[in-house]
Every structure is written in structure tokens, then in C-alpha cells.
């Protein structure tokens, strides 16, 4: 995976925020996490929710459907404040961002919206034995 999230990145980077060699299409953003154990840091593409320019950024610790969640996931809860990158195909901005974890009514409503326009999501919720895939909401600091 870790081959493959490099080759998203650098996409990302060379394509101003949008993948179309890797991940066309999609919307994708940078997280910047700290380790919660190893203290290194660490970038992650993830897709994202967003329903306007101005609204926070949501993100899906899915791990494809995995039974356990994703380290980055971790991490964000160790260390709630990070940084993302975000771009619109012309330029990259690098942002502070503030996370909290959304729980019951709030989550499944977001979760259900995110699986609404990308059916995979749907398909990861399924497949996974955790009670329910973690929901993060990203809002500038």
C-alpha cells in the first residue's frame, strides 16, 4: 500500500490536488499526522467529503472494509490537530485543521451521504465487522 499511496502523493503534488493518473476523478486531500506511538510523521491521501468550498472536510477511516481501523485514524485521535493539503488543480494549500470524531446521528448521516455519491463506501461498511466506520470532520483551525 505504501508504494501505491507514494505514487497518489506525488500525483497529487504534480496535478495541483487532483489525481488523474492514480485516482482520477476522486476527491482527494493530504492528511499530516504525528505517530501516536513512533512520534514520526506521517502524509496520507484519503478521499474526502465536502459540500461547499467553505464547509469542513470530512474523511472515512474505512480501510477498505478492514476489520480494525487505519493507523492514521490513531493518530488523528492521539493528535487532533494537523495539517491537510487541498487543491483545485491550479494550486496546493497547505492548512491547519482542528478534527473531531462524529459520532451517532451526526456520523450516520454524513456516512450515508459519502456512500450516496461513491457506493464503495457503502460496500466498506458491509464488509467490515467493526460496529461502524469512523467518521472525522476537519475544520480549519
Known amino acids: 500500500m ?9 500525483d497529487f503534488r504534480k496535478h495541483a490536488g487532483q489525481t488523474p493518473d492514480t485516482l482520477p476523478g476522486r476527491p482527494i486531500l493530504l492528511i499530516h499526522t504525528v505517530g501516536a ?7 496520507q491521501p484519503l478521499m474526502f467529503l465536502q459540500e461547499s468550498d467553505d464547509a469542513p472536510w470530512h474523511i472515512f477511516a474505512s480501510y477498505g472494509g478492514a476489520p480494525k481501523d487505519p493507523a492514521w485514524f490513531h493518530n488523528i485521535v492521539a493528535n487532533p490537530d494537523i495539517d491537510i493539503e487541498v487543491g483545485d488543480g ?3 494549500e497547505r492548512l491547519s485543521v482542528s ?6 446521528a451526526e456520523r450516520d448521516v454524513v ?3 459519502m456512500s450516496r ?3 464503495q463506501f457503502a460496500g466498506y461498511q458491509e464488509k467490515t465487522t467493526r460496529d ?6 476537519l475544520t480549519r483551525s
Not at 461502524?132 to 470532520?137: G, K
Request: aromatic share 8%; proline share 5%; no cysteine.
Open 132 to 137: 461502524a466506520i469512523p467518521v472525522v470532520r
Open 111 to 113: 456516512y450515508a451521504e
Open 37 to 43: 506511538k513512533s512520534g514520526q510523521r506521517r502524509v
Open 2 to 10: 505504501s508504494d501505491f499511496n507514494d505514487n497518489v502523493i506525488a
Open 90 to 92: 491550479k494550486t496546493i
Open 99 to 104: 478534527s473531531q470524531v462524529l459520532e451517532g
Open 117 to 119: 455519491r461513491w457506493p
